[in-house]
């Protein structure tokens, strides 16, 4: 698949950023299966805890317009090397992505990029298959 479109919106979309304490702007755009694309970039907050990365701000904003189907996500932030997301984006998307098919897409730039599956990036994610019947509730 050609994902350079995908990758120009997540370029584009960090440009957005809120990252006044470390300076490094990510951007991301998230492709659905029927082809919508949502992005979405990182807002920080002086406490650290409260800072949304761009991979979960994509998710969140297409889980909020009902958005449940994913296909592949793009990634790009102000470094020289490809970005992969962090631990906690890797568990949002497991959420609702399928581990073995769900491409994650790290971009320098349009021509410059690497696919990984989400599974390559979080083998043994924990997963509702972790749970064990009434025992969470």
Excluded: W
């Excluded at 971009?107 to 997963?127: C, K, M």
């Amino acid at each position: 698949m050609d994902y350079r479109g995908l990758i120009a919106r997540a370029m584009e979309v960090k440009q957005s950023a809120y990252a006044p304490y470390s300076h490094f702007r990510v951007g991301a755009a998230l492709l659905t299966k029927n082809g919508k694309i949502f992005t979405g970039c990182n807002v920080e907050n002086v406490s650290y805890s409260a800072t949304n990365c761009a991979e979960r701000t994509a998710v969140y904003k297409a889980i909020s317009e009902g958005e449940r189907e994913f296909a592949a996500i793009a990634v790009n932030g102000d470094n020289d090397d490809y970005l992969p997301p962090c631990g906690v984006c890797r568990q949002v998307l497991a959420e609702f992505c399928d581990m073995e098919t769900f491409e994650v897409i790290l971009a320098n730039n349009e021509e410059d990029y690497q696919i990984v599956t989400l599974d390559r990036l979080l083998p043994g994610a924990f997963s509702v298959d972790n749970l064990k019947s009434g025992d969470a509730f």
